[in-house]
């Protein structure tokens, strides 16, 4: 090998692994954080203590903030995946004028700034009298799950071999029943990779959130950056801790039904 | 024996049924249209609206005023500088994934998707930890001699582009690493056979044909930075504005809503450009087939 | 042998230099691939004058070597065309018009014709035999068709497991292979496994389940043996140098020949190859007299 190749390898790996730490610092960080006894954040801690977990339990406002965050992102997933498929039926199955055009419509949610898109909703939804934040927010949510939805499931039916149903149909189902029987299995992976990483930005959502919560309606991440305004304190890094753990457990379980190589491909 | 007659007759063309199917795509459509663009189109009716009447006054009166520019200018600087680091970080880092055997892969692949399944705020407001003057990366830098005194990090531009280039990395490396997965290796292969050297190899064969996945991660990146406001929020505070702060705080704050409205359709207006953008660069370096 | 691997040990010498250790792109060894390795991002053009580039031609006279390179490959207005407007014919033909561009001391094909229809490869074999012995190229060619290799050879290396068995004309190969994997792999045999009773100067006398049988060769009494000869070299009726009595099986017609299969026990077969007209009494099941010379007769170890 050259010497040019050498050092070309050499520089890639570097950066990798810098990358590679650079990505889990800050979550490890959080987690040792979270059980430090300080109120400071000092690295590394001065003693351990669990006080902001237990802090975390006597906050009022988490846990339904907590229930409402969940709430809206098995909800807006659900609705976005049943959408969503169908549309990607739809953009690989049949021939229309602009669809092209349509696909990109469909995706381009993802890349507009979310506050505008937030602030947008609520004007419209007051001009029209909708006042339930519940109701907003899920309208809201599911303009922010509809897209990953759309896009995964479409990438994995452009694969799909379609002669396969015709072969179902051959061997005595009816078109919706083969549909269902070879489709959908096919589709699963699809399904819950675009389902989770859509649930998880819905979770994660604050630009079209924050316009949309009222008072008694609070989202988590909205909760979050209130809190950290208002008070900052180590019981942040607790319920930060509390996230990542659940993620990585959602993550684990996601890995063992689909593989983290289809999660890259959301 | 006899035959039986089979009576042949214009069959007519199988349209009708394609374009059942294509109204499948009428529920997410008409949601996305109703919830998204029509909300969109009205606020831009807003922002050319005054007094019920059709005016510009509020674009001239923003674009008039030089503190304007330097909000938009503080947001592609930003953006710009955050997407470069992003990719001179995440392009090796994607060749590296590809390159990478079976166990190494699954690591590096779930130190990439775990920070992206995490909230932003919680990797915000873990950046603020490590950026502080008593902070890990700043004891890093002294460690290591690189510095002498510690840097200010947390509120300053660099901070931010470091902690945003971070938090956004992984959306950089995958669909970069989408297209390098797919490369054929005799290519560059071939490429040796012909008399090309290392250099020549990876600018003139593996460069062109990693273009669409660079497109791509460019645009997530670009994007993202552009309309970030939780990260400049944690890492800079109230003394730095972008596009995006600006918008929050006219509508939040200032109830100023002609002002939100205005700055609102500028965001949109560079947002729609890059995704424009984005796809036509991506049709001409997509190889037809 | 085009440095995209590294020798563990060895040696590989081209003209006289060792270029064991030198770099892929330095050796001037050219390789046409299996897949054709075309270049997706680049037209056809582009994809010819890739090489030319990499050597530093100057730009004027690429763009003329570029045309008479495809001109020799008969696809000269298709320069400016997307690789994906290729039939896979057209493409095998770009990628040797690639390799052959910057002229290869040594040009390296990897089953270039084993993606195209039986039609397209007979056609595309004559085409680049004559292509490659008008531009005087040395050229290796790798195939598992052994139609192909007696086709297109000046010689050919006849491998098993990685190891050269024989390297020889085709007319060699196929009448005095060295060892019965060679015998195997060029051609249709006749085999009998057998044991030497006697050895009279260079003729052995070898005791076979079809009878005795005289070979030239030279090995001990006793020895395990095999003896082979081709089916064409065999004909119906007594007194030959060899002869024995057989017991029909199976009848072949192939038009201009026909093939008589002859009972024989275990690993043994037995074919003869007659003009249809010289088959009297070659029904199934007839006992018939198969002769043949001692000179026609091979005979190696037993295996």
Redesign the interface.
């Known amino acids: 090998m050259?010497p040019?190749?050498r050092a070309?390898l050499v520089?890639?790996?570097t950066?990798?692994a810098?990358?590679?730490l650079?990505?889990?610092?800050?979550?490890v960080?959080?987690l040792i954080?979270s059980v430090s006894a300080s109120s400071v954040?000092?690295?590394p801690p001065p003693a351990l203590s669990v006080r902001w977990y237990e802090r975390t339990l006597r906050l009022r406002d988490l846990w339904p903030a907590v229930r409402l965050s969940v709430a809206l992102a098995l909800l807006s997933t659900a609705i976005s995946l049943?959408?969503?498929t169908?549309?990607a039926?739809?953009?690989t199955?049949?021939?229309?004028p602009g669809k092209t055009t349509?696909t990109?419509?469909?995706v381009?949610?993802l890349?507009?700034?979310?506050?505008?898109?937030g602030?947008?909703?609520l004007?419209?939804l007051r001009?029209l009298g909708l006042r339930d934040a519940w109701t907003s927010l899920l309208?809201?949510h599911?303009?922010i799950t509809?897209p990953y939805v759309?896009r995964t499931v479409l990438a994995s039916l452009t694969l799909f071999d379609f002669t396969l149903i015709e072969a179902a149909r051959t061997l005595g189902h009816s078109p919706p029943r083969a549909l269902v029987e070879v489709m959908v299995p096919v589709l699963a992976p699809a399904f819950l990779t675009s389902g989770?990483?859509a649930f998880?930005a819905s979770?994660?959502n604050?630009?079209i959130s924050?316009?949309l919560v009222d008072a008694r309606n609070k989202t988590l991440?909205t909760l979050?950056?209130q809190y950290?305004e208002e008070n900052p304190d180590p019981t942040?890094?607790a319920i930060?801790s509390g996230?990542?753990v659940l993620?990585?457990v959602?993550?684990l379980v996601a890995?063992r039904l689909v593989g983290?190589?289809r999660?890259?491909?959301? | 024996m006899s035959v039986a007659p089979v009576a042949v007759t214009a069959v007519s063309p199988r349209q009708p049924r394609?374009?059942r199917?294509?109204?499948?795509?009428l529920?997410?459509?008409a949601?996305?249209v109703v919830?998204?663009?029509?909300?969109?189109v009205?606020?831009l009716l807003?922002s050319v609206t005054r007094d019920g009447r059709l005016s510009l006054a509020g674009y001239a009166q923003f674009l008039a005023d030089p503190f304007s520019w330097m909000v938009i200018q503080n947001t592609i600087r930003v953006a710009a500088l955050t997407t470069v680091v992003c990719l001179l970080?995440?392009y090796?880092?994607a060749?590296?994934?590809a390159r990478a055997g079976g166990a190494l892969?699954?690591m590096?692949?779930?130190?990439?998707?775990?920070?992206l399944?995490?909230?932003?705020?919680?990797?915000a407001?873990?950046?603020?930890?490590?950026l502080?003057t008593?902070?890990?990366v700043n004891?890093m830098l002294v460690g290591t001699g690189v510095v002498d005194t510690p840097l200010r990090l947390l509120f300053t531009e660099s901070g931010l582009v470091f902690g945003a280039a971070?938090i956004f990395?992984?959306f950089m490396?995958?669909p970069i690493?989408?297209v390098v997965k797919l490369i054929?290796p005799?290519?560059t292969?071939?490429?040796?056979?012909?008399?090309?050297?290392?250099?020549?190899?990876?600018v003139?064969?593996t460069l062109?044909?990693t273009m669409p996945g660079v497109i791509a991660g460019v645009?997530?990146v670009f994007?993202m930075s552009?309309?970030m406001?939780?990260i400049p929020?944690?890492l800079m505070g109230d003394r730095f504005k972008t596009?995006?702060i600006l918008?929050?705080r006219s509508?939040?704050f200032m109830r100023d809503?002609s002002l939100?409205?205005t700055v609102?359709v500028v965001?949109?207006t560079i947002?729609?450009g890059?995704?424009v953008l984005s796809?036509l660069l991506a049709r001409r370096?997509q190889?037809?087939? | 042998m085009?440095?995209?691997l590294t020798a563990d040990h060895g040696r590989v010498t081209l003209d006289g230099a060792d270029i064991t250790r030198v770099?892929?792109?330095?050796?001037?060894?050219?390789?046409v691939?299996q897949?054709y390795?075309l270049?997706?991002?680049l037209t056809v053009a582009e994809n010819v004058a890739?090489?030319l580039?990499?050597?530093g031609t100057r730009a004027s006279e690429i763009a003329g070597t570029v045309a008479r390179v495809l001109a020799l490959v008969r696809l000269a207005d298709y320069g400016p065309r997307?690789i994906?407007a290729l039939s896979g014919g057209q493409q095998q033909r770009i990628a040797v018009a690639?390799?052959l561009a910057?002229k290869p001391k040594l040009l390296l094909l990897d089953e270039p014709l084993s993606a195209l229809d039986r039609k397209l490869r007979e056609t595309m074999r004559m085409e680049l035999g004559h292509l490659l012995r008008d531009l005087g190229i040395t050229a290796i060619f790798v195939t598992h068709d052994q139609d192909e290799a007696l086709v297109m050879s000046d010689r050919i290396a006849v491998m098993n497991h990685g190891r050269i068995e024989q390297f020889d004309t085709p007319a060699a190969i196929y009448a005095h292979p060295a060892t019965p994997f060679v015998l195997d792999f060029v051609g249709m045999s006749t085999r009998l496994s057998g044991t030497v009773v006697a050895a009279d100067g260079d003729v052995l006398v070898v005791d076979t389940a079809a009878g005795r049988v005289r070979a030239r060769g030279r090995a001990g009494t006793g020895a395990a043996v095999l003896v082979a000869v081709r089916p064409e070299n065999m004909r119906i009726g007594a007194g030959g140098e060899n002869a024995v009595s057989l017991k029909v099986r199976d009848r072949v017609f192939l038009g201009s020949k026909l093939l008589v299969h002859f009972d024989a026990p275990g690993a043994d077969q037995i074919v003869a190859e007659v003009p249809p007209d010289g088959a009297e009494h070659t029904a199934p099941g007839d006992l018939v007299t198969v002769r043949w010379s001692v000179d026609a007769t091979l005979v190696y170890s037993a295996p």
Request: hydrophobic letters at 60%.
């Open positions: 050259m040019l190749e070309a520089a890639m790996w950066i990798t810098l990358v590679v650079t990505l889990l610092t800050p979550l960080v959080t954080v954040f000092n690295l049943v959408l969503g169908l549309c039926i739809a953009l199955r049949a021939s229309f349509l990109t419509f469909m381009s949610p890349m507009m700034p979310g506050l505008v898109v602030v947008a909703l004007s419209m001009e309208i809201g599911v303009v509809l759309t989770l990483f998880l979770l994660d604050y630009p924050i316009f991440p979050m950056l950290l942040i890094a930060s996230l990542i993620t990585i959602v993550l890995d983290l190589r999660l890259a491909e959301f | 394609v374009e199917i294509a109204w499948l795509a529920p997410g459509a949601y996305l919830a998204f663009a029509v909300p969109l009205l606020l807003t970080a995440g090796p880092a060749f590296a994934l892969q699954g590096l692949l779930a130190a990439l998707i775990l920070p399944s995490v909230g932003v705020v919680v990797k407001f873990a950046w603020t930890i490590l502080r008593d902070g890990l004891r971070n990395l992984p490396v995958l690493f989408a054929d005799r290519l292969e071939a490429a040796a056979t012909l008399g090309a050297g290392p250099l020549r190899r990876f003139r064969v062109p044909l645009a997530f994007s552009i309309s406001y939780v929020t944690l596009l995006s918008v929050a509508f939040l809503r939100g409205s609102s965001l949109l947002a729609v890059v995704v796809a370096w190889p037809e087939r | 085009a440095g995209l770099p892929a792109h330095k050796r001037n060894v050219g390789v691939f897949s390795a270049f997706p991002h890739f090489g580039q990499a050597h997307s994906f690639r390799a910057v």
